[in-house]
């Protein structure tokens, strides 16, 4: 299994996959053939589909600024449904070119080659088998992460620093995302509107719920943000650590830990399934990021292996099956939305594991595996192609009101 740190990777919003991945593949080609004169990227798939409304030929411009960039919708037979062709020339010679798969939060692959981020770093395979080796050692989670990535700590406090800076950003910002919706951003007015009486728990939920948005709405301006697993769902884990942190009074290095903790959960998926919503639809992304943010606050709470794996289950579980429908394929309906409500789910998934996980059927490993499954049996217009669900229902609506 790969390092924590090919979960959690800062950049540019709004899409993982769309942007990051293609940034950083652009970035790769570039220094491959820096003396071509011409540049050519062919997106297929998902980046063809949404590339416009998701930023991605913004993102490969802002490396190679007088490329060619097609768009070819038509093209079925695909290694993943992220791919892109770059094509290098030199005085009207083709010198060199690439096929390269944006697999999910912001990793690529380069066909017929290892990367970086495919550097084994565990040896166990899943989570049954990290967790049979805690119990063997006697390790928490956390100190197992730490004898295998003795160096990642301090990566992840670079990690937590840009989560919170893009959180504290967001609820200072007014006014109209940008893309044509005309979505108002809302964190700022969340954060601040506190309702006459208000219990703990509302407050609680509120102040969360801001959170999430106040990083989805800068993930969907295409500010700075990290990769939670992936760039559509980066306001869940961190809206709820940063509440524990500001709002609770838990200590940094504590929350700094239970972010590991839900890197290794993304890192079992993002393994064993899959963390593309363009592969497997938004369960990958939200019903991940839910799954992680569930166990890194059981972690954080102190609960045992066994409460931290069944409050990773129930939130995966019963994000089984969510589809990615971004509408006018921009990541913000239901985007923005929805990693607020994964933050709830989040909880409520913690909460159900400290009295019932003694009770359990199904392991973590399980529920990834039917994820997966189910992602690959999800009609391809339900994968992030902006062609079913609520973005044709409201490209429906549309046309309808232009007629």
């Not at 930023?55 to 097609?70: D, M, P, Y």
């Not at 690529?108 to 395979?125: C, F, G, H, M, T």
């Not at 959170?211 to 709405?217: F, H, I, V």
């Not at 409460?307 to 921009?330: F, Q």
Request: include cysteine; charged fraction near 25%; glycine fraction near 8%.
């Amino acid at each position: 299994m790969k390092s924590i740190r090919s979960v959690y990777k800062i950049g540019n919003g709004p899409s993982s996959s769309h942007t990051v991945g293609p940034y950083i593949a652009a970035l790769i080609f570039k220094k491959r053939y820096r003396n071509a004169d011409r540049y050519q990227v062919t997106l297929y798939g998902s980046l063809a589909l949404t590339g416009e409304g998701h930023g991605t030929e913004k993102a490969i411009r802002n490396v190679l600024e007088e490329a060619e960039i097609i768009a070819d919708r038509r093209k079925k037979d695909l290694p993943h449904p992220n791919t892109m062709l770059f094509r290098a020339w030199k005085d009207g010679q083709l010198i060199g070119e690439n096929r390269i798969m944006s697999i999910g939060g912001g990793s690529i692959r380069i066909e017929n080659e290892a990367s970086d981020d495919e550097l084994e770093v565990y040896p166990e395979k899943n989570l049954t088998e990290m967790l049979e080796t805690c119990r063997r050692e006697n390790l928490t989670l956390t100190q197992f992460i730490y004898s295998r990535e003795p160096g990642l700590r301090e990566y992840l406090y670079q990690v937590w620093y840009a989560m919170q800076e893009g959180i504290k950003r967001g609820l200072q910002k007014e006014g109209v995302l940008p893309g044509g919706l005309n979505v108002s951003r809302k964190a700022r007015t969340l954060y601040n509107r506190r309702c006459y009486n208000e219990s703990a728990d509302v407050t609680m939920n509120r102040l969360i719920a801001s959170y999430a948005y106040a990083l989805s709405e800068e993930n969907a301006s295409e500010s700075i943000v990290v990769t939670a697993p992936t760039c559509g769902s980066c306001g869940v884990i961190p809206s709820i650590l940063y509440y524990m942190q500001n709002d609770r009074g838990f200590p940094e290095n504590e929350i700094v830990d239970a972010l590991a903790v839900a890197g290794l959960i993304g890192n079992v998926i993002r393994t064993n399934a899959s963390i593309s919503g363009a592969e497997c639809g938004c369960q990958a992304e939200i019903g991940s990021a839910c799954s992680m943010a569930a166990a890194g606050l059981a972690s954080l709470y102190k609960l045992s292996l066994d409460e931290i794996e069944y409050a990773a289950e129930v939130a995966m579980e019963h994000n089984l099956g969510l589809t990615c429908d971004p509408v006018n394929g921009l990541v913000q309906i239901p985007c923005i939305e929805r990693n607020a409500v994964a933050a709830m789910r989040a909880i409520s998934s913690v909460n159900l594991s400290r009295f019932l996980y003694q009770t359990r059927k199904i392991s973590f490993d399980e529920v990834v595996a039917t994820m997966y499954q189910t992602g690959k049996d999800m009609n391809a217009k339900y994968r992030e192609t902006s062609h079913g669900g609520l973005a044709a229902m409201y490209r429906q609506k549309e046309q309808n009101v232009q007629e």
